[in-house]
Every structure is written in structure tokens, then in C-alpha cells.
């Protein structure tokens, strides 16, 4: 988030007259493009993986983390665009605060069983980790359209949001 706001730290900057105008117009294109690219990677999974029956363990950017899967607290599902098409990363987050965004076909069978195991599990009173109907879609675990919609509203959100940020920065550069 410190990339995204860096522009207005350099807005700042312009109006004292220690940096030259258009720094601001400059870093928000720079950071517009680095800023979302950066957050979603952060707590992605790389190789090498381990996966036992409770854990779900990967190098991240930030270093190895390990989901406790039997203690989900929630699981959202994460869309970004290139030009292969939708990228879909599955950020999940345990009962300990610990976030792993999964990409792996293996992966995603073992949150799978988990979450089904859980759901079977909250009928016993055990609390039910909250995964997003679009999450659930993505799984596999619920029918619907959950899934085309959520890809069309995250397209339009990326669009609209991607749009006002150039605007701003332009904006307050120009001035």
C-alpha cells in the first residue's frame, strides 16, 4: 500500500518545491503498475511446497508460511488480469493470522478436503471458516455463477479503480 501512496508523498514534495512538478505524474504511472503486481505476489506460492495432512507449507517473497488447515479462519478468491487471461489466487488466512495465496492444482485439492471437512465439522458446533461464494465456486464446493460473477465485477473494479488512480495522479501533477 506504500507504493500506491508513495504519488502523494511526492505531491507533497512538488508543492515545497524540492522536487520537480511532474514527479508525482511519474511515480503514480510507476507505482500504478508496481503497486498491484507487488501486493498480489507477496504472499504467493513458489516451489518448493510441502503438504501434510494439517499444513499446507510454500516459500512466499516474504519468506516460507505455513497454513494451518485445520484451523481456516477464511479463504477468498483473488483475480487479476494479464494477457494470457484471469490469474486466480486463493488467499488463505488461518486461525493464527498466517495468509498464503495458492495457485497449485494440489493445493487446492487439500484446502478443498479441508474446507469440506470443516463445514462437516461446524454441524458439531466447531466454527465454520467464512470462504467467499466465489471461493467456493473456484473449489468446486458450491454451483451457481458465483465464480462469472465475481471475474466481471473484479474486472470492473481493476478498470474503474485503475482509471481514478491516473486520474488523481495527473491531476495533481498538473497543478
Known amino acids: 500500500m506504500a507504493v500506491l ?15 520537480p512538478e511532474g514527479t508525482p505524474t511519474v511515480l503514480a504511472l510507476l507505482c500504478g503498475i508496481i503497486g498491484p503486481v507487488l501486493l498480489t505476489e507477496l504472499s504467493e506460492e ?5 503438504h501434510s495432512s494439517s499444513h499446507l507449507t510454500a516459500r512466499t517473497l516474504t519468506g516460507q508460511r505455513s497454513v494451518d ?34 495457485t497449485t492444482k494440489r493445493s487446492r485439492g ?5 474446507i469440506e471437512k470443516a463445514d462437516t465439522n461446524a454441524a458439531r458446533g466447531f466454527p465454520r471458516p467464512r470462504v467467499s461464494r466465489a471461493a467456493r465456486a473456484y473449489l468446486g464446493l458450491a454451483p451457481g455463477r458465483g465464480l ?15 482509471t481514478l488512480y491516473v486520474v488523481v495522479a495527473v491531476r495533481l501533477g498538473g497543478q
Open 69 to 102: 488447515l485445520n484451523g481456516i479462519a477464511t479463504v477468498r478468491l483473488l483475480t487479476t488480469f494479464s494477457y494470457g487471461g484471469p490469474h486466480r489466487t486463493l488467499l488463505v488466512c488461518d486461525a493464527h493470522g498466517v495468509r498464503l495465496g495458492i
Open 5 to 19: 501512496l508513495l504519488p502523494l508523498a511526492g505531491y507533497g514534495l512538488a508543492r515545497t518545491r524540492s522536487v
Open 148 to 162: 462469472v460473477v465475481h471475474t466481471v465485477l473484479a474486472f470492473l473494479f481493476l478498470t474503474t479503480s485503475a
Open 46 to 50: 513458489r516451489a518448493p511446497f510441502r
Open 110 to 114: 487439500k484446502l478443498r478436503r479441508a
